[in-house]
C-alpha cells in the first residue's frame, strides 16, 4: 500500500499467499508485475498514486512465470503449469526449473520426456554432470524403477568415484532394493570420501536400527550424524527409531514427538504411529497416522505402517 510500485513487494506478497494456500489471491497479486513485464507501455501516468513502476528486471518477471506454474499445479493444471515454465526459461537451460518440468511429466507420465529434458541440459559446472544423474535417477525413483535408478546411479558413481553424494543416492537405491550389504559398502566409502556427511551416518545407523542389528554400532553413527548436525529432526527420528528396536518403548515416544513437533513429515509419523500403537495409546496413533496420510497420501512407509498394524485409511 505504501509503495505500490516495487514490483518485489507484489511477488512477495503472491508467494506468501501460496504458502497459506490461497492460489486465488496469489495469482491476483501476480497480475501487476505480470502486465507489466510483458506489456510495459500500460504503466498508468506518471502522478497516479496507484501507477507500478514498469522497470522490473528479466528476473522479476521470471519469478512470477515461476509463481504461476505453482498455483497452476496446485490446482492441479499440469499443462498449464509446463506452460509457465516454458515461458520462464525459453531456452530450456535452467537447471532448477527443467527439472520442475521433468519432475511434472513424469507426473502425468511421460517418464522418458522427463528424462529427456535433463539429459540436454548444458553442463557448464564441474558437478552439473553429477547433478543431472542424481536428478534423473530421482524421477526413476518418483516412478518407482528402482532397479533402473540403480543401475543409473551405479554408472554416475563409475562416472564420477569420488562423488560422495552419488554413492548415499546409489546406496538408497540399494536399500530399496534390500541389497542390504551392497548398501553397507556404498555408505561407508561415501563417509571415507566425505567424513561430514551426516546423511550416510544417519542412514546407516537407522538400517541397523531397523533391522535389529549391531544397535551399539547404530547408535554411534546416529549419534556422530547428530554432532555433524545438532537437532536434524530426522536423525532424531533415527534415534527413536532406535530406541523402539532395543526395547525402549516409552523413551522412544519421547523422542520421536520431538523429532515430529520440529517436523511433522510422514515418515516421522510412521514411527511414532507404531510406537504409540505399542504403547497400547491407539486413538492418538491413528491420528498422527492419519494426520500424516493427508498431507502424503502415498507415502510407502506411511502405508506399509497402516497395513501391518492394520488400521484402515
Known amino acids: 500500500q505504501a509503495q505500490p510500485e516495487q ?14 494456500n490461497q492460489p486465488d489471491k496469489a495469482e491476483a497479486a501476480l497480475k501487476v508485475p505480470l502486465s507489466l513485464s510483458e506489456h510495459p507501455e ?86 552439473d554432470g553429477a547433478i543431472k544423474v542424481q536428478t534423473e535417477a530421482q524421477l526413476l525413483r518418483d516412478a518407482r524403477a528402482y532397479k533402473e535408478a540403480y543401475k543409473l546411479l551405479a554408472e554416475g558413481v563409475a562416472r564420477y568415484p569420488e562423488d560422495s553424494e552419488l554413492l548415499y543416492d546409489q546406496a538408497m537405491m540399494a536399500d530399496k532394493l534390500q541389497q542390504h550389504t551392497e548398501m553397507e559398502r556404498l555408505l561407508r566409502q561415501a563417509i571415507a570420501l566425505s567424513p561430514d556427511n551426516a546423511n550416510a551416518y544417519n542412514a546407516l545407523g537407522y538400517s541397523l536400527a531397523d533391522r535389529g542389528l549391531r544397535l551399539d554400532e547404530a547408535r554411534q553413527l546416529i549419534t556422530k550424524a547428530l554432532e555433524i548436525r545438532p537437532g536434524d529432526p530426522f536423525i532424531t527420528d533415527s534415534l527413536g527409531w532406535l530406541a523402539f528396536r532395543a526395547g525402549q518403548t516409552a523413551e522412544a515416544a519421547r523422542v520421536l514427538k520431538q523429532a515430529y513437533d520440529s517436523r511433522p513429515d510422514p515418515e516421522i509419523a510412521a514411527h511414532l504411529g507404531e510406537v504409540l500403537w505399542t504403547l497400547g495409546q491407539q486413538d492418538e496413533a491413528r491420528r498422527y497416522l492419519r494426520e500424516a496420510l493427508k498431507a502424503e497420501p502415498d507415502n510407502d512407509t506411511l502405508l506399509d505402517t497402516l497395513k501391518r498394524l492394520k488400521i484402515k485409511p
Open 42 to 127: 500500460l504503466a498508468s501516468k506518471p502522478g497516479d498514486p496507484s501507477r507500478v513502476r514498469a522497470d522490473n528486471t528479466d528476473s522479476d518477471l521470471q519469478q512470477a512465470q515461476l509463481l504461476m506454474a505453482q498455483i497452476a499445479e496446485v490446482r492441479q493444471q499440469l499443462p498449464a503449469a509446463l506452460n509457465w515454465l516454458d515461458k520462464a526459461d525459453p531456452q530450456g537451460s535452467k537447471l532448477a526449473i527443467q527439472t520442475q518440468k521433468a519432475r511434472l511429466l513424469t507426473r502425468q507420465g511421460k517418464l522418458n520426456e522427463a528424462r529427456a529434458v535433463i539429459r540436454k541440459l548444458p553442463e557448464s559446472e564441474p558437478r
Open 7 to 20: 514490483i518485489g513487494s507484489w511477488l512477495t506478497l503472491a508467494a506468501v499467499r501460496l504458502q497459506l
